[in-house]
């Protein structure tokens, strides 16, 4: 639950508030023994938060771009290997 609410946060808060919050709501909603901190004191955030914090925009457009790309070599290829065949 943690994760999830992490991810779901993660889009409307840095991410570290949106740990935070996701680690609160599980505490509000957990019974005695859920809260023992082993459950959820566990999660932090290791590294650079720089993937969590990109628009998707922006990290699709790099991949649509390299399809593009290998679809245009491909094609090129082709071409011209049949003209090769060809003449």
Known sequence: AIVKDFYRNV??????IA????????LKNTDGVGAF???WATFQLIGSNEFLIKS?????T????LGIILIA?????NLLMNR???K
């Open 62 to 65: 790099k991949y649509i771009l």
């Open 73 to 77: 070599s491909f094609t090129f290829y």
């Open 19 to 26: 740990l935070s919050k996701a680690k609160q709501k599980y």
């Open 84 to 86: 090769v065949v060809l």
């Open 37 to 39: 901190p082993g459950n």
């Open 56 to 60: 998707n925009f922006y990290y699709w």
């Open 11 to 16: 889009q409307q808060y840095q991410p570290s």
